[in-house]
């Protein structure tokens, strides 16, 4: 249920011009540095009105599986922001993740994680780190799609889309122009997936060319992320998909020096939210000694995505100046580095201290130089002529040797479609496999049209009628064969929409 902001203590503002936001407290320290970020908010003159919704532990206790409520549902729909302090989610099965939810559920496809080296105030090994990382957050294979197959094989399907593609893509060249970024670097993995990466590659090159002022590269995401490690002064800005930039976002926020620093953004069409990157720390909640930085400086990125980029500017050199002057919470605390170590309140209250004010080393925020705010066109599908030129059918065969595989399935007497390969995961085992190949219970067998050859160019290709695929697989199954899933083959405008067996 939403809580009225004066229960809390927060008047927030009250004016017409006031922009309502959701505001979730959190589990763990989430109140404490929560209460922090809003009094600053307050301070600066942000004009917000917080509406306080419900999520995380209690709903999930009450027995709600995804640990939000119909009526912050409601409240999130009407407001469209959300201000998220982190939440614990209960241990034990059956509990869905909050953040999955809320990312699947309201289209926030993007992840925006800027992270910053504050040399020499606070210690890291890259002092001249300064590097956002763009991540898609919808598909990839946290599409949750998952089968077992066999009694050997499980899959994960690791969906990339255009669309998907397009979107992740140009949000990080706008947000480069937007924040006055030079570089974005794409890290794919299309050396080995070729159709999936290889199509995220390829749209990274299409719309890379639509912004000439900044610069472009790609790099293979396992030198990509060993280089973001070891040199991430070399970055700026880095696009990809959802698991690579999972990994590669929390590389760069354990090397910037403190989980508790940095913020983060989940960008949708409508909805956006906003919160710190770490967890809701149940070893030090209640203790008043958690580091508030990082929800103030998702605070900061809500700010400038409203587009009230003076108003973040303000609070982000504040802080800035709080991180210079040595006033540090503990987990930040050392002491040749620090002044003064402070508890959570306390440094929210040396922010506001030092409102209007600028750092004088660290490089002053200059949000106000860009647009701030990000709008992206609805995508345009293009029509492709779309031709089915074969299939490849999984069978469950518990047999060992894949020329007697093969052999019976040349046999089938399946008018019109022929066996052109068998692969065991992905490799070509008939015809002339090598002896040396382990085979699980796993089959892929290609059929083409009787007369076609996949090396052919494309208008040689013969055409499959579905009638003929759907014949295959009864003959098959009349001949005992187990089929578990099948695949057809496709070519997109005269491309081949399939990848080749190793070996084929
Ligand atoms: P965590 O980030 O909460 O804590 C890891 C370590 O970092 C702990 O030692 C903690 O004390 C410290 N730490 C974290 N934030 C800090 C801060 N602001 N100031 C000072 N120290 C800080 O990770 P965890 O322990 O793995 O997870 C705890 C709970 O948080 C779990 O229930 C998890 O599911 C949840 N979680 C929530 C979110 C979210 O809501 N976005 C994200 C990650 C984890």
Not at 21 to 26: E, L, S
Not at 185 to 213: Q, R
Not at 381 to 400: A, H, Q, S, T, Y
Request: one cysteine or more; proline letters at 4%; a neutral charge.
């Amino acid at each position: 249920m939403s809580t009225k902001l004066d229960q809390i203590n927060y008047p927030g503002t009250k004016t017409q011009k006031a922009t309502k936001i959701a505001v979730a407290m959190g589990d763990g320290i989430g109140p404490e540095i929560m209460k922090a970020t809003l009094k600053i908010l307050e301070k600066a003159g942000a004009e917000l009105d917080p509406m306080f919704i419900n999520v995380g532990e209690k709903v999930y206790l009450s027995g709600q599986s995804a640990g939000i409520d119909q009526n912050a549902w409601d409240t999130i729909q009407k407001h469209k922001i959300i201000l998220k302090a982190p939440i614990t989610t209960p241990q034990g099965g059956g509990y869905k993740s909050l953040n999955v939810t809320l990312r699947k559920s309201l289209g926030l496809f993007a992840n925006i994680r800027p992270v910053q080296a504050m040399d020499p105030f606070i210690q890291t090994g890259h002092p001249n780190m300064d590097v956002v990382i763009i991540r898609e957050n919808e598909e990839d294979l946290y599409a949750g799609i998952e089968h077992q197959q066999t009694q050997d094989v499980v899959q994960c399907l690791k969906l990339i889309t255009r669309p998907g593609s397009e979107k992740i893509i140009r949000y990080a060249f706008e947000y480069a122009k937007a924040y006055g970024r030079k570089k974005v670097t794409c890290m794919v993995k299309d050396n080995i997936m070729k159709l999936t990466d290889g199509l995220f590659h390829k749209v990274f090159k299409e719309i890379a060319a639509e912004y000439p002022d900044i610069i472009s590269e790609s790099q293979i995401i396992d030198i990509g992320s060993a280089k973001l490690a070891s040199t991430p002064e070399n970055y700026d800005v880095v696009v990809t998909s959802n698991l690579y930039g999972d990994i590669v976002s929390d590389i760069v926020a354990e090397i910037a020096g403190s989980v508790g620093l940095a913020g983060s953004a989940n960008i949708g069409k409508d909805v956006a939210m906003f919160e710190a990157i770490h967890g809701s720390a149940p070893d030090i909640a209640g203790k008043n000694i958690a580091n508030p930085s990082g929800l103030i400086n998702a605070a900061v990125m809500m700010l400038a995505h409203l587009g009230k980029t003076d108003i973040a500017d303000n609070i982000k050199n504040a802080w800035l100046k709080t991180i210079e002057d040595g006033i540090h919470t503990a987990d930040i605390y050392h002491q040749e580095t620090s002044f003064k170590k402070v508890t959570c309140a306390e440094f929210a209250e040396a922010v506001i201290a030092r409102l209007g004010t600028a750092p004088s080393t660290l490089a002053t925020s200059q949000l106000s130089n860009g647009s701030g705010s990000i709008q992206l066109q609805p995508y345009q599908r293009k029509v492709e002529e779309k031709v089915l030129v074969g299939i490849d059918v999984f069978l469950d065969w518990r047999g060992e040797n894949p020329e007697v595989l093969g052999t019976e399935l040349k046999n089938l007497g399946a008018e019109l479609m022929k066996l052109k390969m068998i692969t065991n995961r992905g490799v070509k085992v008939f015809p002339h496999g090598n002896k040396h190949t382990y085979c699980t219970d796993h089959w892929r067998c290609r059929f083409v049209a009787e007369e076609a050859d996949i090396k052919a160019t494309p208008p040689d290709y013969k055409k499959v009628t579905f009638e003929r695929i759907l014949y295959l697989q009864s003959k098959l199954h009349q001949a005992g064969f187990d089929i578990i899933k099948t695949e057809n083959l496709y070519e997109f405008g005269g491309r081949r929409g399939f990848s080749l067996g190793q070996g084929e």
